[in-house]
């Protein structure tokens, strides 16, 4: 089973940007579907973005223009470049890959 390790959160002001990691072990990567999924205290899990194992990617409305997606095969990480933050960006951020692994998540806040 993939192990998946989120890195990259933290505290940053409203307009700024942050770059969230997620590691994976295991040699077959490249073969998987990734996504970057966040929690709101209160509030349900949510897709944020996906990545297929060709490089095609999706985005929930809310964050179009602002984060990117991409992947790094030779690395076995997964980014998520995050731009012009809100605060109700703020949540912990999770990666998946399409088999159902999880990790363990990383807080960004959102504040002035």
């Known amino acids: 089973q993939v192990q998946l390790v989120e890195s990259g959160g933290g505290l940053v002001q409203p307009g700024g940007s942050l770059r969230l990691s997620c590691a994976a072990s295991?040699?077959?990567?490249?073969?998987?579907?990734m996504a970057w999924y966040r929690q709101a205290p209160g509030k349900r899990r949510e897709l944020v973005a996906g990545?297929?194992?060709?490089?095609?990617?999706n985005y929930v409305d809310s964050v179009k223009e602002r984060f990117t997606i991409s992947r790094d095969n030779a690395k076995n990480t997964v980014y998520l470049q995050m731009n012009s933050l809100k605060p109700e960006d703020t949540a912990v951020y999770y990666c998946?890959?399409?088999?159902?692994?999880w990790g363990q998540g990383t807080q960004v806040i959102v504040s002035s």
């Open positions: 990545i297929t194992s060709g490089g095609t990617t």
């Open positions: 998946k890959t399409h088999l159902g692994s």
């Open positions: 295991g040699r077959i990567f490249s073969i998987y579907d």
